[in-house]
Each structure stands twice: as C-alpha cells, then as structure tokens.
C-alpha cells in the first residue's frame, strides 16, 4: 500500500507538471488547450531526437526541448489562437478556439504519425532498469528523477510567477486584461509569451518522461485527459490546484490498482472525475465564476 | 422554390449512382461517404444546432450497435428493430448524461463527453461479459453471416441495398434537421446557442431543449452505429466507440458549416471523397492521412472564414441562393441585431 501510494506520488508529479502549463493557458488567456497532450507529445519526440541525433544526456535535452517548445507555444498562440479569440470576441462561446485547438491537436498527432510511423520508439540509458529501496518501498530510479525535475520545475514556475517582473504582468494580464492594457502592459505579447511558458513547462515534462515511457504519436491522449482532470480537479486557474490535484490524480490512480485491475483504472479516473465534475464543476481551489 | 433546384439534382443523381458504378470497392467507399454525411448531420442536431460541442459521440455509435447486436444474437430480434431499440437506449443514455453535463459551460462539457466516451470504449474493451451476455472485449463481436440473406435481415453481399439505405437514411436525418431548423425548437436552439443567459431571461427552458436535441441527435446517431455494423458485419471498441469516429463526426460538420443544415452534409461529401481519393493514391496503410487533411481543414475553416461559417457557405453564394434572414445564419455573431440598416425588409414605406 505504501508502496503504490509512492507510486501514485511519483507520477502525479508528473501530471501536476502537465497540468501546470494547462492551467497557466486557462488561467491567463480563458483557453482550454485540447493540444496539450498533443504538444507533450512532440515535446517528447524532440527529446528522443535530441539524444538520439545530438547525441545528448536525457536530461540535458532540456537545453532544447525547453527553446523549442517556448517558441512553438509562442507562435502557436500568435498565428493561430489570437486571431480565432479576436474574431469571436463578441460571441458568448468561443467554440471556435476550441475546435481549432482540437482540430490542431488531430493534425500534429497524425502527422506525427506519418512522420514516425506506428513503432514505439523509446530510449535506453543508464539507470533504466535501476530502483532504489527507501525502507520498505521500491522505487524505479527514472520515475524517482521524473519526480525530482518536476518538483524542480515546479519550484521554479512558482518562483518565476510570484517573485520575477514578467511573472507579475502575466498575473496581472490574467486578473484583469483589460485594466492590464491601460496600464501599458503588451497584452497580446504577453499572451503569446504565456502560452510559451505553459508549453515550455509541458517540455520539461515531457523531458521527464522520456526515460521510461515509451513513445508515440498517440500517447498524448491519455496524458490529455489526465491533465484535464486534474486541472478541472484542481480548479481551471489555480496553480496550488494544479499541483495537489496531479498528486491526487497519481495517488487515486495507483492505489486503485488494490481493488481492480490495472487496465481499468483509467475508466475509474475518468468516471470518478465525471461525478465530480458534477457536484463541483469549479474544481477545489478554483473560482465559481469560471464554471 | 428556386432553392431546391440543387437538392433535387443532387437526389436525382444519387438514385442513379449504383446504375453506373459497377465496382463494389468504389461503391463501398461512396457507401461510407454517405455514412459519414449522415453521421455528421445527425451530430449537427446537438453540435451546431445547440452549439454544445460533444466530442464523444461515437459512444451513442457503440451503444447502438451493440444493442441490435446483442439482440439479433441472443433473442434473434430483426436488426432492424434492434436499431431501433438501439436507437431509443442511446437517446435514454444522451438524456441521462446530458441532464448533468448541460449545466456545464462549453468547454467542460466538451471534456466531459470525452471522458465519457474514452470510459465507454475502455470499459467495452476490457470487460468481456456481463452476467451470461458476451460482449466480446476487445475483440468485438461478428454478426452472424446469413445465407440467402433478405433486406429484412439487413445484410446483403452487394453493397447495393447498403446504398439505398444508407441514402434513405440521410435524406430522413436531412429532412428532420431542415425541420428542426425551421421550428420553434430550431429558434429556441438558435437562441441559446447566441446567448443562453438571454434565451433563459426570455424564459425558454435551455436545459430541456439541450436534452431533446441531444436525445434526437443520439438516436439518429445510434441508428449510424447499427448500419455500420451491419455494413462491416463486426463490432469492435475501439472503433465504433473510438474518437476516431467522434472526431471525423465533429470535423466533417465544422468544415461543412455547423449549424446550418445542408453544411455537413456538403464537408462530408467533399473531404470524404478527398480522403478517400487520397488514400487510392497514396498508399492505403497510412490510416492517419485523412485525418491531417481533415485537421487541416478545421484549423483553415476556423482560421479563415467567420465563425460558424464552413465551406457551404460560399457555396451557397455561388449558386444565389445565400440566405439574406436569419434563419440559417448561425455564425453566433451578437452585433448582427446592431446594424439595423441593413434590414430593409423591417422598412414598411
């Protein structure tokens, strides 16, 4: 029981992690990313090019995957989500930002797949196969890196946004945009530079992954809708929610495995989280005026 | 009249086809173009319609071929009746979902017919029977091959009678989507797709009307599923139920034009036929490369033309017969009511 609660804390990390970028893009900018999982996706395959063609450390991937995902973010934002959201900024529900995300997360999956072909691809290294024994609980050494960096990045993202001056004009831009434009502040730039950060948040997850999942073009799908449950858990917004909700997620997932089997704890997830989006649609931390 | 000048071309046409197409192979793809024409239409019920982006409905898909399926196997029911049996539980489980889903706003709900949809799929996959019905996990279930097989018996070995039905089938879900459009549900729809906190102070109730376009929109979905499996004769998970089929159902009625009624059906025809083209040409094992022409066509569509707009709409332009009320113009825009002045026909002097 220990064991899997450790577990359960290990890979919520990683989907606070994931959660977190998700989270930021909804929080400042009123987007639901439905490419997030996608672009966790991409973010991994650029990690596996990196160490396989550049011929990098795992970790040190990181030195491309975060630019790289910065920029994807940064422009995705600016050519293609910014011009959709003017255009129907005098429509109650912006459902076209919404199918353009979805429709955009469909053509990067399959393209990828015509790019990567069907095969998983995965990487080996050192410490694949190694686990660590802390009393009575064993934990892989990959996931317990996994959990390292996202708890590193994690710090940090927290730190960026309460302590630096872009951090607080990306807080301000999510509180009151409108207010934020008076006062001078670069609105549509910050926008595209949020959606960076979230995305470049979501490459270090990605990075995270690498070692020990394997990889291809669908497996976003799955980390999707986990994010999306745990930031809807947490509160569309909120970073603490983002955070605690992803370890809950991990904790739930894991420790489910007690009582059914494995394949089937993602179905308990998902209609564990369909039950609460019901009783509490604006998630634990968030605000009721979002939902 | 001059509007149904095309429609019936088009209805003259479609009656001919199988006169001229000799080739099963060709006359099986038109058969599933027809299928996702049909598909797409029906999920405009609910999606453009409403405007309530469900992206998880192939689950109504599943639950309709399952149903004729498991009939016809364990009580020998007629597939016919089981699809309409099908029909109704796939309505009973759009009502049930919907009745907590549609206090949602948009995108929550959206998320929650995904994660229904993916728990229905993983669920079918992973158990395999309940009680003494076998459902067949992940490897579906056959229906049965029967010899000397009838219409009634809803098989045939010639796509032909396929092709009729399915063709009987898009008119039926045509015709009740142009009534819908032109009903008093139609404007109610119309309103809260704008702007439900106004249609709710004008007094509809927004909650009811979601609930019956879902139910409808369900049903006739349901019904898709039972025809496919009986086109294929095997009903498989990770198909009916996959978000493959939810995808292209949303994707088809985007480009099409969402909310209006010929829209979809027109996306469909068009990138279907593209598709399938393509994939003649280009090799048939890359199963992903309808789905980046279709992706690409939803990021341009949306990037492109207004909103709610699709590629019907020029069309539309072309032949004369763009629509100047707004009856059919759902592009959810609120500053149409603000420029008065073009409403000449309000000018009674």
């Known amino acids: 029981m220990l064991s899997l609660l450790v577990q359960g804390i290990l890979i919520g990390s990683i989907y606070g992690l994931i959660a977190l970028g998700l989270t930021l893009i909804f929080g400042i900018m009123r987007v639901i990313n439905f490419a997030h999982g996608t672009l966790l996706m991409v973010s991994m395959y650029i990690a596996f090019l990196s160490v396989n063609t550049l011929g990098l450390s795992p970790y040190l991937t990181l030195i491309v995957v975060v630019p790289a995902m910065f920029g994807i973010g940064y422009l995705i934002n600016m050519a293609l989500i910014q011009p959709v959201l003017n255009k129907e900024s005098d429509v109650r529900e912006p459902i076209g930002a919404l199918v353009l ?96 950060i979230g995305l470049a948040v979501l490459g270090t997850a990605g990075v995270a992954l690498v070692p020990f999942y394997n990889i291809h073009p669908s497996i976003g799908n799955i980390f999707a809708i986990k994010a999306f449950v745990t930031v809807l858990l947490g509160g569309l917004g909120s970073i603490p929610g983002a955070i605690v909700g992803g370890l809950l997620i991990g904790i739930v997932e894991s420790v489910c495995t007690l009582w059914v089997p494995s394949t089937l704890s993602s179905v308990v997830v998902l209609y564990a989280f369909l039950i609460f989006l019901f009783i509490r649609p604006a998630g634990l931390f968030g605000s009721e005026h979002d939902a | ?99 907590p889903s549609f206090r949602l706003k948009g995108a929550y709900y959206s998320l929650a017919t995904i994660a229904f949809a993916e728990g229905l799929s993983m669920l079918l996959q992973t158990v395999k029977r309940i009680g003494p019905i076998d459902l067949g996990g992940a490897e579906g279930l056959r229906v049965a091959s029967i010899p000397d097989a009838s219409i009634l018996d809803f098989q045939s070995l010639s796509k032909v009678p396929y092709y009729y039905i399915i063709l009987v089938f898009l008119a039926i879900v045509v015709f009740v989507s142009w009534y819908i459009d032109r009903s008093k549900l139609g404007y109610y729809l119309t309103a809260l797709k704008e702007d439900e906190d106004a249609a709710k102070a004008l007094g509809i109730n927004t909650q009811q009307v979601k609930l019956i376009a879902a139910g409808l929109s369900a049903f006739f979905t349901a019904l898709g599923g039972t025809f496919f499996v009986q086109l294929i004769r095997y009903v498989e998970p990770a198909t009916i139920a996959g978000i493959d089929l939810s995808t292209q159902m949303v994707f088809l009625a985007v480009v099409g034009g969402m909310g209006t009624v010929f829209g979809p059906l027109v996306g469909s025809i068009v990138l279907t036929t593209l598709a399938t083209i393509t994939q003649i040409y280009f090799g048939g094992s890359s199963s992903g490369l309808h789905l980046i022409i279709y992706g690409t066509a939803v990021v341009a569509v949306i990037l492109f033309m207004p909103p709610g707009h699709g590629i019907i709409h020029p069309i539309l332009k072309m032949l004369g017969l763009a629509e100047k009320d707004g009856a059919n113009k759902s592009d959810g825009r609120l500053n149409e009511a603000a420029a008065p002045s073009s409403r000449k026909d309000l000018v009674r002097e």
């Open chain 1, 101 to 196: 995300t979805f429709g955009l997360s469909v053509l990067l999956e399959n393209v990828f797949l015509a790019v990567f072909g069907p095969n998983y691809h995965s990487i080996r290294t050192s410490f694949s196969n190694e686990t660590v024994q802390i009393g009575s609980v064993i934990m892989p050494v990959p996931k317990l890196y996994a959990f390292l960096l996202a708890s590193v990045v994690t710090v940090l993202f927290y730190l960026f946004l309460q302590k630096s001056e872009m951090g607080r004009v990306i807080r301000a831009v999510g509180q009151d945009r409108n207010t934020a434009l008076l006062m001078g502040v670069n609105v549509p730039f910050v926008f595209n530079v949020a959606f960076g």
């Open chain 2, 1 to 99: 009249m001059k509007k149904f000048i095309p429609i019936g071309v088009l209805g003259l046409v479609s009656i001919l086809i199988p006169a001229f197409v000799d080739n099963q192979y060709i006359l099986h793809s038109i058969v599933m173009i027809l299928l996702y024409a049909y598909l797409s239409t029906s999920w405009n019920i609910v999606g453009g319609f409403a405007g309530q982006l469900s992206l998880g409905h192939s689950s109504f898909m599943a639950i309709g071929g399952y149903t004729s399926t498991l009939l016809a196997i364990h009580s020998g029911l007629s597939p016919w009746i089981g699809m309409l049996v099908g029909g109704c539980a796939a309505a009973f489980v759009a009502v049930l979902v919907g009745i």
